[in-house]
């Protein structure tokens, strides 16, 4: 019940192309959709993130795409360079014991090729 | 946002020795929190940490194993105890600014191994 399932576990896309990772959750009592970008030997980075009475958020060439029915959100990177090369995180937070808790997905590592 | 930072970045213990890691954020936040991450896995919660109560552990993490420190609004510290080769892994810190916050900001890490 507390888990984010995501997918694909690795994606490779040429400079240009569109990045595109999903994820799925059961919970309904999520109520933050956070997607953190990492890369190698450094900490998350928060990238975006979005609320569930939200259905798109686009940040410069990041945007998320929510389903609230479906229990799924994605994350496109469009036209992907080199520097996005990272592992993404997709992560759902819900309240518990008084504080607002994250569960991460998995992660997808990203490598786009120049 | 917050800048965190932790100390020691990295090190290289022996079975059955305890390592204490740091955690100093550039502001006062209330929520702090401490990760385990696998190499190339994701992150797991350890524990929960606010100031001026005891830290709260996830399933599967006990106290005496990870005991966590909170003394101020800007510091924490987690130590990693009796270490055997399994707790090698990364450790993370993180930091939210109201306790019903959803953001969280990240630390860089600190790898540890255990021979």
């Known amino acids: 019940q507390q888990q984010v399932k995501q997918s694909p576990q690795s994606l490779i896309v040429q400079k240009g192309g569109i990045s595109i990772i999903n994820c799925a959750y059961e919970?309904?009592?999520?109520?933050?959709f956070p997607w953190y970008q990492q890369f190698p030997g450094k900490g998350p980075a928060l990238l975006i993130a979005?609320?569930?009475?939200?259905s798109e958020k686009k940040e410069g060439r990041f945007t998320i795409s929510f389903n609230k029915s479906a229990k799924q959100f994605s994350l496109h990177i469009m036209d992907s360079q080199p520097g996005d090369s990272a592992t993404y995180f997709c992560?759902?937070?819900?309240?518990?014991?008084?504080?607002?808790?994250?569960?991460f997905g998995a992660g997808t590592r990203l490598a786009v090729h120049p | 946002s917050a800048v965190i930072s932790q100390k020691p970045s990295r090190d290289i213990c022996q079975r059955g020795t305890s390592l204490t890691i740091q955690c100093q954020v550039d502001?006062?936040?209330?929520?702090m929190f401490w990760y385990r991450q696998q190499p190339g896995q994701s992150l797991t919660l350890i524990a929960t940490?606010?100031?001026?109560?005891?830290?709260?552990?996830e399933s599967g993490f006990v106290i005496d194993k990870f005991p966590i420190s909170r003394p101020n609004l800007t510091f924490s510290t987690l130590t990693v105890s009796n270490m055997s080769p399994e707790d090698s892994s990364i450790y993370l810190c993180?930091?939210?600014?109201?306790?019903?916050?959803?953001?969280?900001?990240f630390g860089p890490g600190t790898r540890l191994t255990v021979l």
């Open positions: 993180s930091a939210g600014r109201g306790q019903l916050t959803d953001t969280q900001y």
């Open positions: 919970n309904t009592a999520f109520d933050y």
């Open positions: 979005i609320r569930p009475d939200v």
């Open positions: 992560a759902a937070s819900m309240l518990s014991g008084g504080y607002n808790k994250l569960i």
């Open positions: 502001s006062q936040v209330t929520m």
């Open positions: 940490a606010n100031q001026g109560s005891e830290a709260t552990y």
